[in-house]
């Protein structure tokens, strides 16, 4: 469990990426399943959803990086 807790602590977008494309995978895969899809076209939907999953966790965390650069540039300097 303690190697878990260490690889979000190290890697915090990767979790919420593999977090998010789990449950946006399952939630297409219970929405489409009567639909009648040929593999090919479950693989590409499944990819692109994993895809898009990594593009929201990026997009999300462009607000981290604007506010650790906001806090970096009003720390006082040390000379």
Known sequence: MSALKNFA????????WAVL???MVAILVWSAR???????????LIIATIGL???CVWI???EDEEEEA?????APSKQ
Do not use: T
């Not at 602590?9 to 919420?16: F, K, T, Y």
């Not at 009567?34 to 590409?44: E, I, K, M, N």
């Not at 906001?70 to 009003?74: K, L, M, R, V």
């Open 9 to 16: 602590a190290r890697h915090p977008r990767l979790l919420a």
């Open 21 to 23: 494309a789990v449950g």
């Open 34 to 44: 009567d639909v009648g899809l040929l593999p090919g076209q479950w693989a590409a």
């Open 53 to 55: 999953a990594g593009l």
């Open 60 to 62: 999300i965390g462009w």
């Open 70 to 74: 906001a806090e970096g540039n009003n």
